[in-house]
């Protein structure tokens, strides 16, 4: 019997959209997957001098609502319980330990991919998993591994958690780019929004 063949989605996911979801999708029937965990970042530690990041809690909170009742997408907090700076590989060598047979396909838009060689052990991916790159607008990633690398093409979706950030602290919707229950969420937790009307403190930060 063929070991599983599970996708690992990774990202900061503050908040999670319709680009993520259509390329877990878009991956998940190409490449024949059992399963795509949309792996949440606990510490995104090459974005998190940069801004105010949502707790690793509620941005798990929104990508389950996210991929509530759909098959074969799960939210993963594999990164978040095991804390810490979050990195990749570690999240790979995790998810070998649980199932030794399982074969792993690390998914990635093209933005992403591009940055692999300022990862952490960026020489150990390619014995741990294939790298699967993902299409993403104004992104191209090629030749950043020293292993073959395979392309899952998607509908090339220009979205991104940055500009939905600024759409909601501008009072703008976001219907539409996200599914409903995660406009819901960013709603009734007051994520985003500017100034003092937000309702996540300084101290929920980690
Ligand atoms: P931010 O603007 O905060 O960086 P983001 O929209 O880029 O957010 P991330 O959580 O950083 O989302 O990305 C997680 C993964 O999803 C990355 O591999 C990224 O390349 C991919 N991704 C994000 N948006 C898209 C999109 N519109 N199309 C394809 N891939 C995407
Ligand atoms: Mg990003």
Redesign the pocket.
Known sequence: MRGRRVGV??????PP?I??LV?AQRALETLDLDEVLMVVAHDPWQKSGDRHITPAATRLELVSAAVAGVADLTASSVEIDRGGPTYTVDTLETLRAADPDVELFLI?????AARIPTWHRAGDLAALCTVVV????GAAADGVIDAPMLHVE?PL??????DLRARAAAGRSIRFLVPDAVAELVDSHGLYRAGPGSRVSADDQH
Do not use: C, K, N, Q
Not at 134 to 137: A, E, G, T
């Open positions: 989605f990774g990202g900061t996911f503050d959209h680009g993520h390329a990635l838009g093209a933005d992403a993902v299409d993403r607008p998607v979706l220009e979205v991104s958690s940055t």
